[in-house]
Structure formats: structure tokens, C-alpha cells
């Protein structure tokens, strides 16, 4: 069982910056690979980016692809989300995600989920 808790969202004028984290307890965090995914409302959530266990592959959504940042810290458990020059349509409830093996773009592959960071991006 791993537990996640996703902490560093708000309100943020468009152009800003947040850096959300996904803090992880319970198994070893540090054979997991972990994803990021957005959600709005009415619809399913979309893949952002994934790091793969050891933090030296990553991959992005074109959406955010040279924006974004994923990284990992494993003696904190931790992994985080940098988000920079953010635009109004990143406005989204954030989730980080879990799951064995290497990342994936498919939401239904991920095992854990957090309770989710609300981003909103004002234009």
C-alpha cells in the first residue's frame, strides 16, 4: 500500500509558477514509477508527465512539454511538478499517481492515486 498527498496548488496569474509535490508513505516509493494527470470538470483525466523509478527518464505531454518539470527526490519521497509559465487552460485539479514498473500515459495503469491540488490560472 502506498498513500499519497499532493500539496502546492492555488491561484497563480497567467505566466506564473507553482511547484506542486507529491509526498508518499507506506511501501518502498523509490521502486515506483510516478505520473502526473489533470482532471476538469466533466471529463477524464489526462496524462502530464511521468518519472520512472531511479528519476533518470521522463516523459511529457506536448501540452506542457518545455513548461513542466517532473523530478524526484527519493530520500524525501517525494516527487515533484514544476510549472512554469502556466496559461488559464492549466487551470485543473492535479493528481499524482503510482504504479510498478515504467511510467505510463494511461491513467488506468497507475495503482495509487492522491486526493488531487486544485491549479487555477487567472488570465
Known amino acids: 500500500q502506498v498513500q499519497l498527498v499532493e500539496s502546492g496548488g492555488g491561484l497563480v496569474q497567467a505566466g506564473g509558477s507553482l511547484r506542486l509535490s507529491c509526498a508518499a508513505s507506506g ?3 523509490s521502486s515506483y514509477a510516478v505520473g502526473w ?11 502530464v508527465a511521468f518519472i520512472n523509478w531511479s528519476g533518470d527518464n521522463t516523459y511529457y505531454a506536448d501540452s506542457v512539454k518545455g513548461r513542466f518539470t517532473i523530478s524526484r527526490d527519493n530520500a524525501k519521497n517525494t516527487v515533484y511538478l514544476q510549472m512554469n509559465s502556466l496559461k488559464p487552460e492549466d487551470t485543473a485539479v492535479y493528481y499524482c ?14 495503482e495509487y492515486w ?10
Do not use: D
Request: without cysteine; aromatic residues 14%; hydrophobic residues 30%.
Open 27 to 29: 511501501r518502498t516509493f
Open 114 to 123: 492522491g486526493q488531487g491540488t486544485q491549479v487555477t490560472v487567472s488570465s
Open 37 to 47: 494527470f489533470l482532471q476538469t470538470p466533466g471529463k477524464e483525466r489526462e496524462f
Open 97 to 110: 499517481a503510482t504504479k510498478v514498473g515504467y511510467g505510463s500515459l494511461r491513467s488506468m495503469a497507475y
